[in-house]
């Protein structure tokens, strides 16, 4: 027999994540019973905090709730209305101060049609993205009082704003606060301040976005006033644009709100919102009893077009879009959104290649010590870093503050975090370094003086590591319940339909079937896999998004994924998009270890063996020399691997562990996962089947 060297096995790669299961099928079949439902969809309830038979009704029926009156839940909502109504009354001029993001956007025309509409003498301004930044200024409070204007609406923004509201009291200027970003300790001096964060905690109405706050004014005026009639719908559809836009969560009266609203949209007698409907090539879903679009439409579709234009160009726009009632007009614009959207998508391409070759040159091997990525690089456009900053998450699992310089003395930038991690409360431990910032939990922006970088970096990272465990640092993939392929079709996913509208706080449901095999796949796009998967005769095909560095994929894995509709030349199948993978379990060894992290080997499921003959085998590995065999033990074999002075790694079939010793009685347990073990274990399996063939042959 020849002594071979054992060539180093393949390394794949595969997403970081941490899979966290939720399922409890006594519970959900006792649920099921009571409440007449299928188990898997009491399942999917369960896991969304839905329970009793009260919110169950509540949850599938959300126009069945009696909502209480916001009147009774803002505080400051009846003295806004008040301002409002003597402001028409009088014919005083009311200003409104948007926001350049999607909610802003939409919620500054929706104000506009609703006060135009209650013969109100009203216009705009949006601070510029490029030169001022977020929120209501000192110069914008200052040109209101110079053109004539004598009450000042903020929309999506202005909480945090207390100089430039200040400033707008000693001028005389009445203001009205709108705004959902989280409160800060000192509020700013409005007359009065409309913000869900303020209000309980258990309000339906807790959740709305700006352009929820903005809809609640419109509607309570409209209804002081008596002129409701014939409002309520065109303001609908541009609440459910703006709220899905922003990643509002889909709970409370949002999901009542919304789920009215995709019904109305595909029918819109809004010009502005049919031309945007017509460039994108969104097509509404025809269900059982009427046309509806999905929330994934506005999210992938309608928002990024709208979003654009605050990005890299005029928000004057999207509000003549949104406000116009002429067709030619909404067409223009529309076309300008879809032209606009394609030239920031290649901006963003752009500035995340550069991001990303910068991260793995200067930062990658320290993010576990770090705990969070601070990114600064001059020429990047500002109004996409944001985009970016989210794709970094997404590729690193850390938060991620990115930045560019304005000029040698200023950075403005974005931060996107992830759960266990509070990005306005880390830049309000870092306030003293910053110019100005705002936003909430999962994301915000922040500009500060170029040498103030330094501090900003350490701070962070010290706030990083008080706050952050490095089992937080792999990205949180929530699963629902486990299916097999068999159970996929097209009835159980016009079941799980009923969970609609889908998004924030009320997700898509989430599945995981064990030990696929993946049949075939391939590039497409940019960087995203096409495939099939089986699981005994039961195929499906797959899509996984912006998973090129991860092909091919091995050809057995546990895969977690959504359920997605594709309608092709009239045909419609039920394909799964991929959200996650991991090594099937168990493992058949054949030679090949599988890495689930960005550099080293890592497992934790257990060694399955099928012998191969002979039964032993010598093999050299390392510049040492190796005998390896299968020897049964009590009804199950282990694998024997001896080197030249005498110690024995022994491994059971089904055990991540081994014995490592010259006999048993002194011998330590290992974990396999380490790399120079399993590397060891591969190199013993392979020579062991290259013996085999050659006897073979």
Known sequence: MLNRPTPEPKIWRLPIHRWQIHTNAQKATEIAQKSQISPIIS?????????????????LNPESQNLPSPLEEFPDLALSVELLEKAIATGQKIAICGDYDADGMTSTALLLRSLRWLGAQVDYAIPSRMHEGYGINKRIVEEFKNTGFGVVITVDNGISAYDAIARARELGLIVIVTDHHDVPQKLPPANAILNPKLIAESSPYRGVAGVGVAYILAISLAQQLGQIKGLVKPLLELFTLGTIADLAPLTGVNRRWVKRGLQQLPHSQLA???????????????????????????????????????????????????????????????????????????????????????????????????????????????????????????????????????NEQQIRGSARGIPEFHIFAALEACKDLLGKFGGHQAAGGFSLPAGNLPQLRSRLITF??????????????????????????????????????????????????????????????????????????????????????????????????????????????????????????????????????????????????????????????????????????????????????????????????????????????????????????????????????????
């Open 272 to 406: 502005g919102v049919q031309a945007l409907i017509q460039v994108s090539g969104v097509k509404g879903k025809q269900t059982q009893k009427q046309q509806t679009l999905k929330p994934d439409d506005i999210g992938f579709r309608l928002g990024p077009r709208i979003n654009a234009i605050g990005r890299i160009a005029d928000p004057q726009i999207v509000i003549e879009l949104l406000t116009t009632d002429d067709p030619g007009i909404a067409l223009e614009r529309a076309m300008q959104c879809e032209q606009i959207n394609q030239t920031r998508q290649q901006l963003c391409e752009q500035i995340e290649t550069e991001a990303i070759s910068v991260v793995e040159k200067l930062y990658a091997s320290s993010l576990h010590q770090d705990r969070v990525l601070v990114l600064v690089q001059p020429n990047w456009h500002h109004g996409v870093i944001g985009i970016v900053a989210s794709r970094l998450l997404e590729r690193y699992g850390v938060p991620v503050f990115i930045g560019t310089d304005e």
């Open 43 to 59: 399942q999917l309830l369960i896991n969304r905090g839905v329970e009793t038979l009260a919110q169950i009704q509540a949850y």
């Open 464 to 697: 990083a590591n008080q706050y952050l465990q490095v089992e937080h640092l792999k990205p949180l993939l929530k699963i629902d319940a486990q299916l097999q392929l068999e159970q996929i079709n097209s009835l159980l996913y016009q079941e799980i339909l009923v969970l609609n509208p889908c998004g924030i706080e009320n997700p898509d449901p989430v599945f995981w079937t064990a030990n696929v095999q993946i049949v075939e796949q391939k590039i497409i796009g940019k960087g995203h896999i096409k495939l099939t998967v089986a699981d005994g005769s039961s195929k499906i095909k797959a899509i996984a998004w912006r998973w090129g560095d991860y092909f091919p994929l091995p050809p057995r894995l546990d895969i977690a994924y959504r359920l997605r509709e594709n309608t092709w030349n009239g045909n419609t199948t039920i394909e799964l998009e991929l959200l996650g993978a991991k090594l099937a379990t168990p493992l058949q060894v054949s030679g090949k270890i599988w890495e689930q992290e960005n550099h080293a080997a890592q497992i934790s499921v257990p060694l399955c063996f099928s012998p191969p003959t002979p039964k032993n085998a010598k093999f050299d590995y390392k510049q040492r020399h190796y005998t390896c065999g299968f020897f049964p033990t009590n009804a199950l074999l282990e694998l024997r691997i001896k080197n030249d002075v005498g110690k024995v790694l022994a491994i059971q079939s089904g055990q991540n562990t081994g014995l490592l010793g010259t006999n048993r009685e002194n011998a330590t347990i290992v974990d396999l996962s380490q790399p120079k073990f399993y590397h060891l274990v591969q190199a013993a399996l392979q020579a062991l089947e290259t013996d085999k063939k050659a006897g073979d042959n």
